[in-house]
């Protein structure tokens, strides 16, 4: 299978980076074959973090294996629930309210954001800049308060059940996104000033991990990775689902296929996020936030499945139902495990301090991955 | 030629260093920009958002009553089996037989604060607490009784 530790018959050094590695993001385990500092062939390991979700969920009724989902991509906890959302009430044929629906992606979209600078913090800290990571975290802190004081937790939120959301919106609610967008447009300067701008950051990301657009393809990278290299892949606007159709904003596209690339991409994103919660932020309706369902979901007999965009990409729900209480069998498609696919032919020819800044940018998140 | 791109090559990189140790100087010269919260000392101050869900509480009154008719249904919609409910059997002043709860149980280990007995409770008669210290030294003191000893159901609920 693969050496653990020590020299290969060519004479290249194997060493193991993870599972427990400051450079790595959680659990995951890359197997490096390296000549000298060049990088020759990269494997990654999964499997330290495994949960078996999907099995699980199989036990579970349509309204209680949604809180799961929140434990794959923590990140984007809502948007995951959202996903699995959508497939019940896909296959219910319910109606959600609108003000639910503008509640979701109002929420969908402070997820991505927080997502996002979570992200910045965690990329600058691993190419050795300290200070981004608090930056990023006061900001984001921000977020967490919002969401927690309308949803109840701050990271597995598990706000949304089928057919709406589980509560009304916090009175003070929409005061405080408004305040949050004000203090993130002063402060997006201070990050594009901070790293952005920085010549020895630029000099460590482009041309870095480098993905052709037929690479990106041809292993299923979608969301800013895929973007970053020209595959034009946003769910958001290619298959819109609640109330994006009706939204104005870009799909952010880059050609350069490089770490940089990928950067900046989160960075446009963040905007254009600010930019649909601004367009929804004074147009919520009143009206009810869940539509009446029945005590006990029991999906028609037949085969569901919804794609949602997370922070990280397409995240795919697929139910097979035989009729009962309990889905038959699920299957999430995460994006993180295709993303990370792609990293062995990203890294492949350079040197290993590139690695941290191909995996950086990455934005994996090991508990997607291995479900 | 190499020389003067490698010389304006450090210049460029010790400007940029610079621009970004702006903010950094920025915030040291305003310490009162900083938002940490030194948390173990804040306790007394320290309030969390009213829907924060911290551990699952039953609702007494002050006759030590609660509204709890042991239906069941937050067992049943629970994910991981945190809530189990142990019926009795009450007598009452007609000599009737009246289902009534004999305990609550509630397996704090186990439940990951979804929400959804609270939702599925038809006499909301359990709420989600604040509180959000629960480490102890021993396993069976997260396993908890819900309903205070002595407690009853409240009349008029069904």
Redesign the interface.
Known sequence: MFEEIGTTEDGYMVINIGPQHPATHGVLHLVMTLNGETIVKTEPHLGYIHRSIEKMSES?TY???I??TSRMDYLSSHINNHGCSLCVEKGLQIEVPERAQIIRVIMDELTRIASHELWWGAMAMDLGAF?PFF?AF?ER?TIT?IM??????RL?M?YI?PGGV??DL?PDFQKKVKSFITLYKSKIN?YN???T????FQNRMKGVGYLSKEDAISFGCTGPVGRASGVSCDIRKLYPYEVYGKLQFDEILETAGDSFARYMVRIHEMNQSIRIIEQLIDNIPDGEFLAKTKAVLKLPKGEFYQRVETARGEFGVYIVSEGGTTPYRIKYRSPGFSNLSALPTMVKGSKIGDLIAAMGTLDLVIPDLDR | MFITNYIK?IF??V???L??M???GYYFVHPKEI?TEQYPDNRATLK??????GEVVMIHNENNEHACTGCSACEL???NGTIKIINKFDINAEGKKKKAIDTFVYHLELC?????CV?ACPTDTIK?DQTFEHSVFDRSQLTKVLNRPGSKIKAGVE
């Open positions: 579970l309204r209680q294996f809180y799961a200070t930056h006061r802190e308060e927690e004081e309308t949803c109840g937790a597995t598990n059940c589980m509560a916090h201070e000033e901070l790293v701008g920085n010549i020895i | 090559e460029n990189g400007k940029s260093l621009t970004g702006r903010i950094t938002i969390m958002a009213n829907r924060f869900r919609a629970c994910p990951t604060m979804c929400n959804l939702i989600m």
